[in-house]
T-cell receptor, first 114, second 114 residues
């Protein structure tokens, strides 16, 4: 099985722009979560989607949004980018239909805001 | 609210020496516990997980961890460290019963001296 795929791997944007990141989960996994990783704040949960519905949301401003499609692929969008949004954004998928399971992470998208 | 504490930010060990990375968690319900490893610029790879049952769990790459409910700890151990183990290690707690939200510790950076 292919792993979690995140695209693009690297991105440079200017303050005020918006950006969309993509995540393709492992085949059969319907739960997708997003995390932001920065040197100062560490790994922080952004949101979780399951079957196209947002199930959980972290403590981030409304500029951060996401969605999930019927094929379980997910996108997250950040509008009006700020310098502090520079981070590694990680996506994780999980097969919640198989009892206790772990989350599998993608390689991440490195976003740099200049 | 759940939280994870990794008291050691940096640890340096000699190759061949034993290793123990500490993790303490705070969680109001039955926790799911994980250890992940991250190499520079990469995603997170699962080392091991605890859901229930035997409190000593074995993982990949010769790692093991012991769940101690009375101490709210889930320390990671390896009897003999290899130079390739140099990386950042994250302890995480999740919610039993579903959901894909993980709360991570701040990480421990492991350096291995040859």
């Amino acid at each position: 099985k292919a792993g979690v795929t995140q695209t693009p791997r690297y991105l440079i944007k200017t303050r005020g722009q918006q950006v969309t990141l993509s995540c393709s989960p492992i085949s059969g996994h319907r739960s997708v979560s997003w995390y932001q990783q920065t040197p100062g704040q560490g790994l922080q949960f952004l949101f979780e989607y399951f079957s196209e519905t947002q199930r959980n949301k972290g403590n981030f401003p409304g500029r951060f949004s996401g969605r999930q499609f019927s094929n379980s692929r997910s996108e997250m969008n950040v509008s009006t980018l700020e310098l502090g949004d520079s981070a590694l954004y990680l996506c994780a998928s999980r097969d919640l239909g198989q009892g206790n399971t772990e989350a599998f992470f993608g390689q991440g998208t490195r976003l740099t805001v200049v | 609210a759940q939280s994870v504490t990794q008291p050691d930010i940096h640890i340096t060990v000699s190759e061949g020496a034993s290793l123990e990375l500490r993790c303490n968690y705070s969680y109001g319900a039955t926790p799911y516990l994980f250890w992940y490893v991250q190499s520079p610029g990469q995603g997170l790879q699962l080392l091991l997980k605890y859901f229930s049952g035997d409190t000593l769990v074995q993982g990949i790459k010769g790692f093991e961890a012991e769940f101690k409910r009375s101490q709210s700890s889930f320390n990671l151990r390896k009897p003999s460290v290899h130079w390739s183990d140099a990386a950042e290690y994250f302890c995480a707690v999740g919610r039993a019963g579903g959901g894909n939200k993980l709360t991570f510790g701040t990480g421990t950076q492991l350096k291995v001296e040859l």
